[in-house]
């Protein structure tokens, strides 16, 4: 948008005398200010170009993303957080779920178990309860045995989330409820603009 | 007699830090039969003090009474600003991170978090640890966090008076991410960079005594002289002494 104003501000520049000069440019400038202040009031908003590239939300069915599996221990893909309980570590696999490590001692901890939970990034224990977030969800899981960890509740809409990507400066599709729930956010090309920017 | 002025320094701080860790004790003995709940990093959106969780979402703190472990209840709601990031419970306070600043909520009625104050400082991406009257906050400039900012820091934060928290230090880093806190040691994890180990017998003025080039951090638990240590090359321990040296323990590396 500003660009555009620049180049018409520019191409007119040659044919104005000296005091239309001034008023256009003013003017140009009271529509740049505008052209900034109508996009959203983020604190972040950027002023990036449309470079052919955008961001697409990969949508799941709420069915999906209600799955919660436990599987046999897993190698670590993508550590995230950490969460320490007696004598077991949880370690996050980011957006995919929790490995469960028995850390009896720290020289050979030996990986028990994962529990896959689509969107999940944290977790808490008190007693025999874990608790972990599934996107938007939270999850109880009974880890009375940690080799066999039980899926208990789910308590849905626990944790507001954005329907945009967790980006400043970028343009992306805007998301479509109607498509189902936006778990993730991918880079791709596009041809036209997307109609959302942040 | 000139010389033995930094001995009687040394030595008051050493008393301090004694008397600061066994009030700590003293306090945690307090609360009587409590549950048992675990210990997280400095990057958690999840803490749980007694029988009470708190989850941080991207724009509001959300409170859930666990008494009943099994059936989660909903107890508040407080809607915080935008860019919300970690939390840290520490005595009755809980400490949150966001993008602009650092809020301080009182927590003695734990369902019901009274708010204090809000810290502000520069955009950046921020998690915070405390220990006794100091809050150590790491500001990490990126794409997401310090768009167009100068450069990354370690901020401490006198918190004494949780209604008006003063900066008192600050420090640059290269990229900081989690950070760990316990008696005259300070870890920071600075991401695929590696992991720092400063000293804070002087909390005011964290002094770097080791760089971990090799271990890549971003989330660090510290507990009992123990380390653990998350990033990109997989899950580290170590244990850790007086010495500033640290013993490795075991690796489970990504695959």
Redesign the interface.
């Known amino acids: 948008m500003q660009r555009l104003h620049a180049t018409l501000c520019l191409k007119r520049k040659s044919i104005l005398t000296a005091a239309m000069k001034r008023t256009l440019l003013a003017s140009c400038l009271a529509l740049l200010m505008l052209s900034c202040f109508h996009r959203e009031p983020d604190p972040f908003v950027g002023n990036e170009k449309f470079n052919g590239t955008g961001y697409r939300p990969v949508y799941k069915s709420p069915d999906e993303i209600a799955k919660v599996e436990v599987q046999a221990a897993q190698a670590l893909k993508k550590p995230g957080k950490i969460y320490t309980f007696d004598r077991y570590l949880f370690v996050n696999e980011l957006g995919k779920g929790i490995h469960i490590i028995d850390n009896t001692d720290p020289k050979k901890p030996e990986n028990l178990s994962f529990i896959s939970i689509l969107g999940n990034y944290d977790i808490a224990v008190k007693d025999n309860w874990l608790y972990a977030d599934n996107l938007s969800n939270l999850l109880v899981i009974d880890i009375a045995d940690p080799r066999a960890p039980k899926f208990t509740k789910t308590i849905p809409n626990a944790i507001p989330g954005y329907n945009y990507p967790p980006l400043t400066g970028i343009y992306f599709e805007c998301a479509d409820p109607k498509k189902g729930i936006v778990v993730d956010w991918e880079k791709v090309e596009m041809e036209k603009q997307p109609n959302c920017y942040r | 007699m000139k010389k033995l002025i930094p001995l009687l320094f040394l030595g008051l701080a050493a008393i301090g830090l004694m008397l600061l860790l066994n009030a700590c004790n003293e306090n945690s003995g307090d609360s009587g039969p409590s ?7 400095s ?6 003090t007694d ?1 009470t ?1 708190y ?1 941080v ?4 703190l ?1 409170v ?1 009474d ?1 008494n009943d ?4 209840a ?1 107890a508040a709601t407080r809607n915080l600003g ?1 860019g919300i990031e970690t939390i840290f419970p520490y005595q009755k306070n809980l400490f949150i991170g966001a993008m ?1 600043g650092m809020y301080i909520y009182n927590n003695a009625k734990p369902n019901d978090p009274k708010f204090l104050t809000k810290y502000t400082h520069v ?1 950046s991406c921020d998690p915070v640890v405390v220990q006794g009257r100091y809050a150590y906050v790491t500001l990490r400039t990126g ?2 966090c310090r ?1 167009g900012g100068s450069f990354s820091s370690l901020d401490v934060v006198d918190i004494s008076d949780p209604e008006k928290p003063q900066m008192v230090g600050s420090q640059r880093m290269d990229s900081p991410y989690g950070l760990g806190v316990s008696g005259n040691k300070l870890f920071v994890c600075e991401g695929d960079r590696g992991f720092k180990m400063m000293d804070i017998t002087d909390p005011k003025a964290p002094v770097q005594k080791q760089f971990f080039r090799d271990v890549p951090a ?2 660090v ?1 510290v ?1 009992n002289n ?1 380390l ?1 240590v ?3 090359g ?2 580290y ?1 170590y244990n850790y002494d007086d010495s500033d040296s640290i013993t490795y ?2 690796k ?4």
Do not use: C, W
């Not at chain 2, 489970?252 to 695959?255: D, M, S």
């Open positions: 549950p048992q709940t675990g210990a997280g990093g990057m958690a959106r999840f803490a749980i029988n969780l989850i979402s991207k724009q509001s959300e859930y666990i472990g099994g059936n989660p909903k935008v602009d955009l794409v997401n768009p971003y989330d638990i507990r123990h653990i998350t990033g990109n997989g899950l321990q323990l075991s489970i590396p990504v695959l």
